[in-house]
């Protein structure tokens, strides 16, 4: 049985969704929660079988608000790119993936956003990954991925939806297993809003079924490239 170490942001965010389709495949995680009183990062070491990294809210890595453990974060996900571990990264946790391997993240603005997502590669995911689907963004900044990276899917802009770093390492610009009541509750847990929170909201309500559909050949694919499930 696989074990996965998650790391938290914000006391909101957390896996959502995609717990369901771990626990399906008989992949167990373990949220680790920096910001904490009496919490920490795991060891180097002790990253089992694989690492994620959720998003943060108003936390971003492009110098406007970073976030307080990020040179760890990034020490933590350079030890999964060296040893091929598994390493998946969401939002700013993308930012973490793209910046442990020599790209970078650029400043922008707090953003709650359902965002289109075009497949550029057909073997994106091992040929699993929808070729358009909506994903849920809140965060702020957005990881460049360097410039060997894949890029896999770009989003109505052309930017970088997600993209993958070596054989093991994904990073999604948004989190495809967010639900609105994570949104609903990082609004109330920091003063920060993000910019136009409400009609946020009312998007990502109207996309919850879009997301639980896409997730299902997303997730397969994803644990099938990583290593991780059957």
Not at 128 to 152: I, K, N, Q, S, W
Request: proline share 6%; hydrophobic share 45%; net charge negative.
């Amino acid at each position: 049985m696989k074990n996965l170490v998650v790391i938290q942001h914000t006391s909101s965010e957390y896996l959502g969704l995609i717990e369901d389709h771990f626990e399906a495949r008989g992949i167990r995680f373990s949220y680790f929660r920096p910001f904490a009183q009496g919490g920490g990062l795991p060891h180097r070491d002790l990253l089992g079988d694989g690492l994620v990294l959720l998003g943060g809210g108003p936390w971003g890595s492009a110098g406007t608000r970073d976030l307080p453990t990020l040179a760890e974060e990034i020490v933590l996900a350079r030890v999964c790119l060296m040893t091929e571990k598994p390493l998946v990264g969401f939002g700013l946790g993308a930012q973490i993936v793209a910046r442990a391997s020599d790209g970078s993240s650029e400043s922008d603005d707090y953003r709650l956003a359902v965002q289109a997502v075009r497949r550029v590669r057909d073997d994106a995911l091992a040929g699993l990954m929808p070729a358009r689907f909506d994903c849920a963004e809140c965060g702020r900044d957005r990881a460049v991925p360097p410039g060997y990276a894949d890029v896999l899917a770009v989003d109505e802009e052309g930017r970088p939806a997600v993209f993958q770093v070596g054989p093991r390492a994904i990073g999604f610009a948004g989190h495809p297993g967010f639900k609105p009541a994570i949104a609903e509750d990082l609004i109330m847990e920091f003063e920060e809003s993000p910019v136009d929170g409400a009609n946020g909201l009312l998007a990502l309500r109207a996309a919850k079924s879009r997301f639980e559909d896409a997730l299902v050949p997303i997730m397969a694919g994803l644990t099938k490239v990583l290593g991780l499930g059957v």
